[in-house]
């Protein structure tokens, strides 16, 4: 969630030279699944047939719900390949605090799917780690003020131990530290406990640069993060399996 999302958009200022209207705003989305529906889903159609009644998908993407990120996009992914749970901030509450769609959506990836991987991808230019920064921004927004406590741990991790020069750093570090502490919430769902213990499931941890089109992935047994730049062992959040 860019901290752009917090301004009034160019389809709700209508007074603004060049601003495309809301009806224009709605006609351009119609308009694109009108060329999937008549273009696109015909070449693929085989496809869907499969689909349509059944899921088996390579792995379960927690990321923010920020329109610039694209999950299937930048994985190059196909329909069916991504189980995908978006959210402000990309994250994971702690097993019992919340009965949302987030613990849901995990429950069900592991239980009814058997995903084998579950993705936590943090991004650049965050609003909601911005917002985390500046919580005096969210007055008018409670509902996500509550939300982002869950990022309060990655927040107090940056206070007490970075001494970053600028905001600019500060938001770098404070994305990667949402990251972990988001694997570290996730690690608290049975589901996902159980299934790791036994070698089934392995979680990991990415930052996506939405300028660069880079990720950088969490090596949880070098604490840090590492290019994911194809020439190297992909790195892994998950702890060593003991059963």
């Known amino acids: 969630m860019s901290d752009k999302d917090k301004q009034p958009s160019a389809a709700s200022a209508p007074g603004l030279p060049g601003a495309e209207t809301a009806d224009a705003a709605l006609q351009h989305i119609v308009d694109g699944f009108l060329h999937f529906h008549h273009e696109v889903f015909p070449q693929q159609e085989e496809l869907f047939k499969k689909l349509a009644t059944a899921q088996s998908p390579r792995a379960m993407f927690i990321t923010c719900a920020d329109s610039r990120i694209v999950p299937e996009l ?8 991504l189980f995908v749970t ?5 994250v994971v509450p702690p097993y019992g605090q919340m009965n949302g769609g ?4 995990i429950e069900y990836a592991v239980l009814a799917l058997g995903v084998q991987h579950i993705i936590i991808c943090g991004h650049s230019d965050c609003g909601a780690m911005r917002a985390v920064l500046n919580p005096d921004s969210l007055e008018k927004m409670p509902t996500v003020k509550a939300w982002l406590r869950h990022a309060e741990v990655a ?3 940056v206070h007490e131990n970075c001494n970053c020069a600028n905001e600019s750093e ?3 570090v404070l994305t990667e530290e ?11 769902h049975p589901s996902v406990a159980s299934r790791m213990a036994n070698g089934h499931l392995f979680i990991h941890g990415w930052i996506y640069n939405i300028e660069t089109s880079e990720i950088k992935a969490y090596d949880a047994d070098r604490a840090c993060f590492l290019p994911l730049d194809g ?3 992909i790195p892994s959040a998950t702890p060593k399996a003991r059963f």
Request: glycine share 6%; net charge positive.
């Open 86 to 90: 978006r959210n402000v901030g990309n």
């Open 155 to 157: 927040k107090t991790m």
């Open 178 to 188: 949402n990251v972990i502490a988001q694997l570290q919430h996730l690690r608290t």
């Open 231 to 233: 020439t190297h062992p």
């Open 102 to 105: 987030v613990s849901t959506a």
């Open 170 to 172: 500060s938001m770098q």
């Open 74 to 81: 930048i994985t190059q992914s196909s329909p069916g390949d």
